[in-house]
């Protein structure tokens, strides 16, 4: 199993910056692939960064040049780097992982963004 805990969310004001962070636990967690989503009310779940195993990443074209993924492979955590937010990347930001190509995905509680003047 997999365990996935987000933290890092909160309310900013627009241009602010944030970065999330995702731990990854259990004993079959591995770097296959870990992303990072959000969903607003009444609206699908979006793809918001993904990293797999070789370090390549992918973005929504909504949040290229200012959201970076990245991660630490000692500490087994994920991170979104936010930066000039706006105000419709208010969501909710969940991580994600699957440990290879046919596996479930597993998904973390999520973690509240904000931002609002």
């Known amino acids: 199993q997999v365990q996935l805990v987000e933290s890092g969310g909160g309310l900013v004001q627009p241009g602010e910056s944030l970065r999330l962070s995702c731990a990854a636990s259990?004993?079959?967690?591995?770097?296959?692939?870990v992303g990072w989503y959000r969903q607003v009310p009444g609206k699908q779940r979006e793809m918001v960064a993904v990293?797999?195993?070789?370090?390549?990443?992918n973005y929504a074209e909504s949040v290229k040049g200012r959201f970076s993924i990245s991660r630490d492979i000692v500490k087994k955590t994920v991170y979104l780097q936010m930066n000039s937010l706006k105000p419709e990347d208010t969501a909710v930001y969940y991580c994600?992982?699957?440990?290879?190509?046919?596996?479930?995905?597993?998904w973390g509680q999520g973690t509240q963004v904000t931002v609002s003047s």
């Open positions: 994600s992982t699957r440990i290879s190509a046919t596996s479930n995905d597993y």
């Open positions: 259990g004993p079959h967690f591995n770097f296959y692939r």
């Open positions: 990293i797999i195993s070789n370090g390549i990443t």
